[in-house]
């Protein structure tokens, strides 16, 4: 089984949506030709670009980690300690500008949803710091 890239994804997502790249770009916020960049992999897109896609519906959880979010899921899923302990650290990592400062709160909390919705999604299973530091780092600073 071959393995997606992430921009083989995002252009699934884009397709379920119904959008084209011009149209897809302008939701995230960048062209058509930084749209195509990010769909063949030559750039990943930023935390910005990806929780502007999410506001108009975009499976953020199957971008990331290649699994459409159920849609039965429900919060009720308890996140153990750990887990929770583990999505606060990536935030504070993660969320920062490039002079390392912290994001504004909005962007941290919807990106705290973001974790906490994409573990949920696994079944709450146990997630340890350097394995979502794997997963999020393709997506910050490169």
Do not use: W
């Amino acid at each position: 089984m071959i393995e997606q890239t992430f921009g083989d994804r995002l252009r699934l997502e884009r397709e379920r949506m119904g959008f084209n790249q011009t149209s897809m770009g302008e939701a995230g916020g960048v062209k058509r030709t930084t749209q195509h960049i990010y769909e063949t992999d030559i750039r990943v897109p930023d935390l910005h670009y990806l929780m502007k896609l999410h506001e108009v519906g975009c499976d953020l959880h199957f971008l990331i980690f290649g699994k459409y979010q159920s849609r039965s899921t429900t919060s009720a899923l308890p996140l153990t300690p750990l887990i929770l302990s583990n999505i606060y650290r990536a935030v504070d990592e993660f969320c920062i500008d490039s002079k390392g400062n912290p994001l504004p709160l909005e962007s941290r909390v919807r990106f705290f949803q973001l974790l906490c919705a994409s573990m949920i999604a696994q079944g709450g299973q146990e997630a340890d710091l350097g394995a979502l530091r794997k997963e999020l780092s393709q997506f910050v600073g490169t």
